[in-house]
Structures are given as structure tokens and as C-alpha cells.
């Protein structure tokens, strides 16, 4: 098992670039959730998916966030017209959603963006 | 508003000693709380978790306590050892049936000093 996998693991874009991010959770997980990592916020919520389906995305920045899980394999988050404090972690996580553990979220290690 | 607060950004704690990390809630729905732990460029890793049916878990060193009418938990660590310097988030959240969206605290970082 080789977890939750995230790439690239950096990313360094020009304000006003896209920046596309992305995620294979792990192999059976049925719901995959996206984070967003800053020293000021600390971990904050951006949206989730359940057997690919969209269930919440409250914390998505409406005008430039995407995310789409078109496949139970694979996650992306877009952000178009990327801008300086768009700077952080991006984490993805899945769990498997259920059972006894299912609110139990294995992490990515995360992408790191850079705007400059 | 913040939903899960933790009030002490940071803790430091004598080797052997215990190590009691606070977190706070404001949302009546949760009902599974949790505390993850978090090495300097690492990602949170599961640490122990507890659902409101009961007040209280231990597992080992772990132990976390639940009040709910207080809307507070509480993770005690004891026989603290420099390896459980790290930061440790506390989440909360609920399942309805479609899965269960966790809401972090900031973090507190626990530093255990030999």
C-alpha cells in the first residue's frame, strides 16, 4: 500500500498562472477530501468527494478553485489565475469511509505551491 | 468563525512529566473527535480518536477525555518522551452518511525537554 499519493511535490507557478494538482488516494478508499495548509490558517477544509461524487466544497475560493475526481483512482485541484496568497500546502487525504474507522484520514505529503 | 480552537499555540513539558494538549468546539453536531500528530515537513498521522457515546479512551500513553456539555476535549500524554515533540492537531467532525468532513484545530506545538 503505498498511500496516498501527491504530485508534483512542489510547484512554482507566476502570479495569474494555473496550477494544477494531483492526488491517487488510496486503492478502496471511497470519499477523498482536499486541505489547505498555512502557518496563519493552519489546516483548512476545501472541498471532499464520496465515490467521486461532490459532497461539500465550503471551502473552496469560489472564482478560482476547482476539483474533480473523474475516476476512483485519481483527484486533481485546479486554480486558475493563480495568485501570491494562493501560497501553501495542499493536502489531499481519503478514508475509507466506512466501518468502524471511517472518518480516519490518511494524508498525502502534500504539494507545495509557491506563487511568485 | 473558528469551529475547532486550540487555545495554546505551544506547550513545553519536562521528560517524564505529563503533557495535556486543550481543544475547543463549537459545532453541537460533532460526534467523532480526534487528535492528529504532525513532525516538522511531515503530514498529520492519526494518533487516537473517540465518538461521543463515550467520555473517555485510553490507548497506552493516550489518553483522551471528552466533555461534551463543555463542547472540550482533551489529550493527555503520559511518561511525556523528547519523541512526542511535534504538533499536535485536534479535529472534529460528524458522520452523515455521506462521510465525515474533519474540521482541525491550529495545532499545538508540544516541545518535551530531556
Known amino acids: 500500500n503505498a498511500g496516498v499519493i501527491q504530485t508534483p511535490r512542489h510547484k512554482v507557478t507566476g502570479k495569474g498562472q494555473e496550477a494544477t494538482l494531483w492526488c491517487e488516494p488510496i486503492?478502496?478508499?471511497?470519499?477523498v477530501f482536499w486541505y489547505r495548509q498555512t502557518i496563519v490558517q493552519g489546516l483548512e477544509f476545501l472541498t471532499y468527494f464520496r465515490n467521486q461524487a461532490p459532497i461539500d466544497d465550503s471551502g473552496m475560493p469560489k472564482e478560482r478553485f476547482s476539483a474533480q475526481m473523474p475516476n476512483q483512482s485519481h483527484s486533481t485541484l485546479k486554480i486558475q489565475s493563480t495568485q501570491p496568497q494562493d501560497s501553501a500546502v495542499y493536502l489531499c487525504?481519503?478514508?475509507?469511509?466506512?466501518?468502524?474507522?471511517?472518518?480516519?484520514?490518511?494524508f498525502g505529503s502534500g504539494t507545495r505551491l509557491t506563487v511568485l | 468563525g473558528q469551529q475547532v480552537k486550540q487555545s495554546s499555540p505551544s506547550l513545553t513539558v519536562q521528560e517524564g512529566g505529563i503533557s495535556i494538549l486543550n481543544c475547543d468546539y463549537e459545532?453541537?453536531?460533532?460526534?467523532?473527535f480526534a487528535w492528529y500528530k504532525k513532525y516538522p515537513d511531515n503530514s498529520p498521522t492519526l494518533l487516537i480518536s473517540?465518538?461521543?457515546?463515550?467520555d473517555k479512551r485510553e490507548d497506552g500513553r493516550l489518553t483522551v477525555f471528552l466533555n461534551k456539555s463543555g463542547k472540550h476535549f482533551s489529550l493527555h500524554i503520559t511518561a511525556s518522551q523528547p519523541e512526542d515533540t511535534a504538533v499536535y492537531l485536534c479535529a472534529a467532525g460528524w458522520n452523515n452518511n455521506a462521510g465525515a468532513k474533519l474540521t482541525f484545530g491550529g495545532g499545538t506545538r508540544l516541545t518535551v525537554r530531556p
Open positions: 459545532n453541537d453536531m460533532f460526534d467523532y
Open positions: 487525504a481519503s478514508s475509507s469511509g466506512t466501518g468502524g474507522s471511517a472518518e480516519t484520514l490518511y
Open positions: 486503492s478502496g478508499h471511497s470519499a
Open positions: 473517540v465518538r461521543s457515546n463515550v
